[in-house]
């Protein structure tokens, strides 16, 4: 059984950095995506980082050039380093994995609706942006 277990988060000024880690435990099938995916209160989930099994990664345009996915697969860890927040970004960040049939960082953005239900996730972990 796979399971994903996110830390890292915590409080940090406008302006600040994080670096977020999600340890998974067990194998899943590549093809694969990963993905990091936030939700803030009274607001809908939003996909913003994926990465595919082959190192290709995409982001949604909120987070362009401020947030990095990355995977080391000797550790099985995925992490995201977030430079640059601000108050937008205060949210419970999850981390995600699921076999698919593609690949591709973007393509893996564009499926997470079709696949969220059948995904690995963890629990969650709190980043508050502060001014």
Known sequence: Q????????GSVQTGGSLR??????????????MYWFRQA?????????????YGSTG????V??????SYDNAKNTL??????????????YYCAAASVAGSGGR???SVLDSVFDIANRGQGTQVTVSS
């Open 59 to 62: 982001y949604a345009a909120s």
């Open 107 to 109: 393509w893996c953005l």
């Open 79 to 92: 992490y995201l380093q977030m430079n640059s927040l601000n108050s937008e970004d205060t949210a419970m």
């Open 41 to 53: 209160p009274g607001k809908a989930r939003e996909e913003f980082a994926a990465i595919d099994g």
């Open 20 to 33: 977020l880690s999600c340890a998974i435990s067990g194998s899943i099938a590549r093809p694969y995506c």
């Open 2 to 9: 796979v399971q994903l277990v996110e830390s890292g988060g």
């Open 64 to 69: 362009k050039g401020r947030f990095t996915i």
